[in-house]
């Protein structure tokens, strides 16, 4: 072998007699290959034959595996409050059998009796209505809601015992404009809508988000049929040729109802028309807000004293001058939404700046652009009280806005600077820079630190910072500041320049962000259906799952 190794490194051509070494060498090699390729097979056959057999065992034993489960050895009630827990409690359940509660009738013969056998699974339904097709899907359509109307009578009149009820009904607002669109029979959603009213006396929080003709015989109902109902929500929509479809609501007896503590109006029109016992009332909220029925929505507020909460979507510029005082001295909770091309209150304070609410905790301020220029009457609303601790606003034109704002809020636990819905291209282009909201968050002096207790900040939308700015809001609102909170979360998108990229690691370390949930991104700055879930509008953002918001309510992720 040695006499040959000089042939493995030259070209040289082979003499007759070490072709023949070479050969037998290499078959020597073979012999040995195939030796060790037969023990391989032989041993694989074994364990392929001891894999069949564990497998068998594993399958034998299995059934008393599952009887020593501790699942197993669970007290029926306790099964119960388990699978009420899985129930998401931002929105009602729906018939999808891929979530709770029907998701909890697949797992065993056992556990679907205990869900089924379950009241408090079943206390709560979002029912989506079908109202038009096509022709081709037509029959589709008409056999889904017929099993969606058997879905609701077992669910509603069968399962859920003498429970409170919650309900949500959902219908497709467009008027389609297709000639070819087929409109499914009246009985299809007639039958689905009596068996909603069967179970009329035990309505809790009930939610019609659908044409009104299509719900007219609910408002037929009189306050004494709904002795339980403390949540409604109502709709008034116009057609195509401008006549209004929610009349017969304003003459309604159910919205008398003597436990009735929140209403909702969606669509157009004066809210003071309809005959609600104002007075009772602990949470209002009024859609398509005009600057002609602002004056209807005064009146309103000057007999609802007891409002807890308090939602306007304003539609349009304008808004009235301000006002004599509107004293709403239990309002904790003040959302606006401004749905116009700009903000209706820009240039005075208007009628919000006129509440009067000391008790006032939390305000959400948006618009659904970009570029909000300041705002007297957030000013004015923030000014009402010393104890605002959550506040949520639009993207403000300028950073000094945004500190305006947060002086006047030195209990601010949680804030939210959401980003607009839509941004136009002749919107100008903003100073992103947010150094100096971080400068002015993190003061060693307290008493000259904006929100000194601030706990939760998140920015919607990409902001460009200095990474030393970062670094330093990030330690010295880490507890290390006698008198200064400890931030628990940052939820923000950052851009940097890259100059300052060796600082990244050291921002990111433990050591800086200590016990801080910090949920950010970081780029370097670059120069220039049939659905059973319709209408709900689910969470977009994982952050919206932990964030400690209070804006959020029972019905808003209902359409």
Not at 39 to 62: G, V, W
Not at 105 to 124: D, H, K, N, Y
Not at 273 to 288: E, K
Not at 548 to 554: A, C, F
Request: charged share 20%; net charge neutral; proline share 6%.
């Amino acid at each position: 072998m040695a006499s040959l190794r000089h042939l493995l490194t030259t070209n040289q051509a082979l003499t007759d007699h070490e072709r023949v070494r070479l050969k037998e060498t290499v078959a020597e090699y073979d012999d040995k290959l195939n030796l060790i390729t037969q023990k391989i097979s032989a041993l694989e056959e074994q364990l392929r034959i001891l894999n069949a057999e564990k497998t068998a065992l594993l399958e034998a034993s299995a059934p008393f595996r599952r009887a020593l489960s501790p699942f197993r050895q669970l007290p029926e009630d306790v099964v119960r409050v388990i699978f009420v827990a899985c129930l998401e409690t931002r929105w009602n359940p729906t018939m999808a059998k891929t979530e709770a509660p029907v998701l909890l009738t697949q797992i065993s013969r056992a556990t679907r009796m205990i869900a089924l056998t379950t009241p408090e699974l079943w206390a709560a339904i979002h029912i989506p209505i079908i109202l038009s097709t096509t022709p081709e899907t037509e029959d589709t359509a008409k056999s889904i809601m017929t099993a969606r109307t058997e879905g609701a009578k077992e669910w509603l009149l069968r399962r859920s015992g003498n429970l409170p009820l919650h309900i949500s009904v959902y219908e497709n607002r467009e008027f389609s404009q297709i000639e070819t669109t087929r409109f499914l029979g009246s009985e299809f959603i007639d039958d689905l809508i009596h068996v909603i009213i069967a179970c009329r006396s035990r309505w809790k929080n009930v939610h019609f988000s659908c044409n009104p003709t299509t719900i007219s015989h609910v408002s037929m109902l009189n306050q004494y049929d709904v002795p339980l109902l403390q949540s409604l929500s109502v709709s008034t929509f116009t057609t195509p040729n401008g006549q209004s479809r929610g009349d017969f609501w304003r003459n309604s007896d159910i919205l008398q109802a003597p436990m009735l503590k929140k209403f909702r109006q969606m669509g157009s029109g004066g809210v003071s028309t309809y005959p609600v016992n104002w007075p009772n009332l602990t949470h209002l909220y009024c859609d398509h807000l005009r600057f002609d029925i602002m004056n209807d929505l005064v009146h309103v507020l000057r007999q609802a004293t007891h409002l807890i909460r308090l939602d306007l979507i304003v539609t349009d510029a304008g808004w009235p001058p301000s006002l004599r005082p509107i004293s709403l001295p239990h309002l904790t909770t003040l959302v606006f939404i401004g749905l116009g091309a700009a903000q209706p209150i820009e240039h005075g304070e208007g009628m919000l700046g006129s509440i009067n609410a000391p008790s006032l905790e939390i305000i959400s301020y948006n618009s659904a652009m970009y570029d909000v220029a300041r705002s007297p009457a957030l000013i004015a609303c923030l000014k009402q009280s010393s104890n605002i601790r959550e506040l949520s606003t639009g993207q403000p034109s300028s950073c000094d806005i945004l500190i305006e704002y947060l002086s006047h809020c030195p209990s601010l636990l949680t804030l939210h600077i959401p980003a607009p819905e839509r941004i136009f291209a002749w919107q100008p282009q903003l100073n992103r820079n947010i150094n100096t909201v971080l400068n002015a968050l993190t003061q060693n002096n307290p008493a000259q630190c904006l929100c000194p207790q601030l706990e939760y900040f998140r920015y919607g939308l990409a902001r460009v910072v200095s990474l030393p700015a970062l670094r330093d809001f990030l330690v010295r609102r880490n507890g290390t500041i006698p008198g200064l909170s400890r931030l628990k979360a940052l939820v923000m998108d950052f851009e940097y320049d890259p100059i300052e990229e060796p600082l990244l690691k050291g921002i990111q370390s433990a050591e800086t962000v200590g016990n801080i949930r910090l949920e950010v991104t970081f780029r370097k700055t670059i120069a220039d259906s049939l659905a059973l879930d319709r209408g709900i509008s689910h969470v977009t953002s994982p952050v919206d799952d932990w964030w400690p918001s209070r804006i959020v309510d029972d019905m808003t992720y209902l359409c």
